[in-house]
Structure formats: structure tokens, C-alpha cells
């Protein structure tokens, strides 16, 4: 099984819609992350949680919420979609350190 | 905050030709600095990372990078390609306690044959 699971893999959504994407992870690790990728920017970090009671807001929040729901589970929110969220969506986890991040296998996300 | 900057978007070499990515980063302590490899329709890699002590570090699949504190520089490196190493790169920093991770924007290499 993967060290860090994303599902759905693979969504196509219209505009106005909510949609959740979810996150866990084996690890045991309290840090999470979610970044986006698009081509030429990179990944962007979009929210991160240093332990179930921290929320932070990355460079991008705007137009995204997350959840955490308990150490392993951490999930992203679109309230309501729109055509520029598409991208490839990313959840990592890392130790306290950040000796290392983990990530998922990605969630292409695709709204109409 | 700490940011990462890869100054080229896309670097073309020959197979069995040497490989160097620039990666420069901005933060205020000493960093922990990583490279990751993105293979077409893959999640990201750890290559290698950089947290003290010798600036020369060694990674998986032959590649290394060299820590320059002088020039806010890790600098990823390969003597020889291979067709499989086409592929994205990014360099990232990070820092201990309440520091996120950060990524450049990536540097997508192509390998002629």
C-alpha cells in the first residue's frame, strides 16, 4: 500500500460545483500538505497543517478550505470550482524535521 | 520566507552527455535543501537532500549536489544521462520547526538519444 493515498485520481467537475479531495497517509507523520502544479509555476503550496489543531494558509489559498480530520486524513475543498483550478493537485506528508516529504500519486482535477 | 528559484524551465542534453540544474534559494538560517524527480504521470521522488556537514551529497540514481552557502546555491548534478533520467526536477527548502516546504518551479529535462 502507498505510504500517502489520494483519491479520486482523476475528476472532471463543472463550474460552481463543490468538490473534496482527499488525503491520508500510513506515515505516522503530523505535517501535511497540499500544493498545486501547473506547468511553468511549479508546485504551490496551498494549505498546510503541522498537527490536527494547526491550519495554515499557503501562497494560494484563496477559493480552497481544507479539513483535518485526524492525524492520518487531510482533506481540500473547492467551494465552488471554476476553470482555473485546473491542475494537478499534490498531498504530502512530512516529519517534524522535514528530513523528507512523501507525496501521493497526484489528483488531475479538470473543471468545465 | 524561504523561496527556491530553477532559472531553466527546460535543458536538452544528449544521452551520455554531464548534466548540471541550477537551483538558488533564499532563507534566512541554514536550509535543508532536497531535489525531487517527477517521472511523466508520476508523484514526486526524493533524489537526495542536504540538511549539514559535507556540502557534496550524494543521491539515488547517480546523481549529486553541492551545497554553495556563498552563493545560495544547490546545484543538482550528473556526469552521464541516461534516456530514463527525462523527467521534471525540482529543488525545494525547508527549514526545522515551523517551516514549510517550498519548491522552485521546476526544471524539465529532455534527453536526445
Known amino acids: 500500500d502507498a505510504d500517502v493515498t489520494q483519491t479520486p485520481r482523476n475528476r472532471i467537475t463543472k463550474t460552481g460545483k463543490r468538490i473534496m479531495l482527499e488525503c491520508s497517509q500510513t506515515?505516522?507523520?503530523?505535517?501535511m500538505y497540499w500544493y498545486r502544479q501547473d506547468p511553468g509555476l511549479g508546485l504551490r503550496l496551498i494549505y498546510y497543517?503541522?498537527?490536527?489543531?494547526?491550519?495554515n494558509k499557503g501562497e494560494i489559498s484563496d477559493g480552497y478550505s481544507v479539513s483535518r480530520q485526524a492525524q492520518a486524513k487531510f482533506s481540500l475543498s473547492l467551494e465552488s470550482a471554476i476553470p482555473n483550478q485546473t491542475a494537478l493537485y499534490f498531498c504530502?506528508?512530512?516529519?517534524?524535521?522535514?528530513?523528507?516529504?512523501?507525496f501521493g500519486q497526484g489528483t488531475r482535477l479538470t473543471v468545465v | 520566507a524561504q523561496s527556491v528559484t530553477q532559472p531553466d524551465i527546460h535543458i536538452t542534453v544528449s544521452e551520455g552527455a554531464s548534466l548540471e540544474l541550477r537551483c538558488n534559494y533564499s532563507?534566512?538560517?541554514?536550509?535543508?535543501l532536497f531535489w525531487y524527480v517527477q517521472s511523466p504521470g508520476q508523484g514526486l521522488q526524493l533524489l537526495l537532500k542536504?540538511?549539514?556537514?559535507?556540502?557534496l551529497v550524494q543521491g539515488i540514481k547517480g546523481f549529486e549536489a553541492e551545497f554553495k552557502r556563498s552563493q545560495s546555491s544547490f546545484n543538482l548534478r550528473k556526469p552521464s544521462v541516461h534516456w530514463s533520467d527525462a523527467a521534471e526536477y525540482f529543488c525545494?527548502?525547508?527549514?526545522?520547526?515551523?517551516?514549510?516546504?517550498?519548491f522552485g518551479q521546476g526544471t524539465r529535462l529532455t534527453i536526445n538519444p
Open positions: 504530502a506528508t512530512s516529519d517534524w524535521l522535514n528530513t523528507e516529504a512523501f
Open positions: 506515515k505516522g507523520h503530523d505535517r
Open positions: 497543517s503541522f498537527d490536527v489543531k494547526d491550519i
Open positions: 532563507y534566512g538560517a541554514t536550509p535543508y
Open positions: 542536504y540538511f549539514s556537514g559535507d556540502t
Open positions: 525545494a527548502v525547508a527549514g526545522g520547526g515551523a517551516q514549510k516546504l517550498v
